[in-house]
């Protein structure tokens, strides 16, 4: 990711079942979970894109997308 870009994470609500897999798997804690169980981005501008929160998301619930 170039400095200039930014990125946009987006969690589908009526996909995730908050298995936690996202939050467990990034390592630069850009999830925080609520209460529920539901994933939150708290601080995207730590996003390294690794994929590794989109990929491992059993329901498929999780985009990235680099906005330049």
């Known amino acids: 990711m170039k400095a200039k870009e930014k990125i946009r994470i987006s969690i589908d609500e009526n ?3 908050r298995c936690g897999i ?3 798997f990034c390592s630069e804690k850009v999830f ?3 209460d529920n169980g539901m994933p939150q981005v708290t601080v995207p501008e730590n996003c ?3 994929h590794l929160c989109d990929w491992r998301c059993p329901d498929l619930a999780i985009t990235l997308e680099v906005i330049s």
């Open 22 to 24: 996202c939050s467990e």
């Open 15 to 17: 996909l995730c079942k």
């Open 32 to 34: 925080l979970e609520l």
């Open 48 to 50: 390294i894109v690794c």
